[in-house]
């Protein structure tokens, strides 16, 4: 599987050999952009799309040794209101997400100039601006980078699944049998870690751009300091008649779709669910009084925690 996978990393750097300049300006825009802290967004240009998954499973191999390796048997837990969920079997799910699979392509048939037509679109996190995930974990697990990337640390995350809760996509996954849980209170506590696209951020910050973006074929995504991404995605949109889904959802996203149809009548045509995020029109969560009130009494709680959960890591690596 893994050279399979390798294959097409190394199969990417041949055809897009006329797309290098594209790209290496976009390694350079987010480098640039990281060097500042600005943030970070994407475009995805939908109607470049061809549903192949390359993306998927460039994610799938570059962030290997960030997925979990689940101790079985599971701890029962006391009482049983956090049920265990286990992906461990079902690594190659790529119908939706999953602990294991942080990046699909959902598909939609549509009506464009009279004709069905099938688009494809890849679905992760958007990296909210303002993400609630991260302002109301209660551990203060999830966190968000000055480039405006949000990531789960897997040191500290309990999986009590209040990112996914709060998350107007409900994007986080749970994976039971991993994490801290298992040392502190394994039959009262959590029951996993929570997983999602972390937007390559290591990737990032040693200059490189996330798998899914290198891997692509069809260049459907582009990379770079938030208000340059806007001003292509308006262009785009312009000059094709399309229209601009990220820009102001939650408050506003870090991650910018451009379709040839609009989002309504692609919301409609996708399969929705768990792990299958929706494309409605989002308010802005934390503009939400009670939210607002809840993250800033949770912050004092969440920051102990965070320090306690580094401590913790640090005196079981001593031993
Ligand atoms: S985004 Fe690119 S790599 Fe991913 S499915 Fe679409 S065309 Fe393929
Ligand atoms: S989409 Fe959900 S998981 Fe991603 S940053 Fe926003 S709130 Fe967090
Ligand atoms: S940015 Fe990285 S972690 Fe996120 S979907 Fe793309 S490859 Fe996966």
């Known amino acids: ?36 802290g600005e943030p970070i967004a994407t475009m995805l240009d939908i109607s470049k799309c061809i549903g192949c998954e390359e993306c998927v499973y460039a994610c799938k191999e570059v962030n290997a040794k960030k997925q979990p390796e689940p101790k079985k048997p599971f701890p029962k837990m006391y009482p049983n209101r956090v049920p265990v969920e286990d992906w461990s079997e079902k ?3 790529t119908e939706q997400l999953t602990p294991y699979t942080w990046l699909y392509i959902q598909s939609a048939t549509v009506k464009i100039f ?41 040191d500290i995350c309990l999986g009590g699944s209040k990112c996914k809760e709060v998350c107007p996509w409900s994007i986080p996954q749970r994976q039971t049998g991993v994490g ?40 459907v995504q582009t990379i770079g300091p938030r208000n340059k991404i806007l001003e292509q995605a308006h262009k785009l949109a312009k000059e094709t008649n399309g229209y601009i889904y990220g820009e102001n959802e939650n408050g506003g996203t870090n991650t910018i779709y451009v379709s040839p149809i609009p989002f309504d009548q692609l919301n409609k045509a996708i399969e929705k669910g768990e792990g299958k995020p929706h494309l ?10 009670n939210n607002l009130a809840l993250a800033m009494l949770i912050a004092p709680i969440a920051g102990a925690a965070a320090a306690f959960g580094k401590f913790y890591k640090m005196t079981k690596e001593e031993k």
């Not at 097409?8 to 350079?28: D, E, Q």
């Not at 303002?130 to 209660?138: A, F, G, R, T, Y």
């Not at 298992?182 to 290591?202: H, I, Q, S, T, W």
């Open 280 to 289: 409605n029109k989002v308010k802005d969560m934390m503009s939400l009084g």
């Open 180 to 219: 801290l849980y298992l040392n502190l209170m394994p039959a009262f506590a959590g029951n996993g870690v929570m997983y999602k696209c972390d937007r390559c951020y290591d990737r990032i910050a040693d200059g490189k751009i996330p798998a899914c973006i290198e891997v692509c074929p069809e260049d």
């Open 91 to 93: 690594r190659e799910v």
């Open 1 to 36: 599987m893994v050279q399979k996978l390798s294959r097409r990393l190394f199969l990417k750097a041949g055809i897009t050999a006329a797309c290098s300049v594209a790209a290496t300006s976009s390694v350079a825009k987010a480098a640039k952009a990281m060097d500042k």
């Open 114 to 154: 009279g004709k069905n037509q099938q688009l494809t679109i890849p679905r992760r996190c958007m990296h909210c601006i303002n993400p609630p995930c991260v302002k109301l974990c209660p551990w203060g697990a999830a966190k968000q980078l000055d480039n405006e990337i949000s990531r789960i640390d897997d």
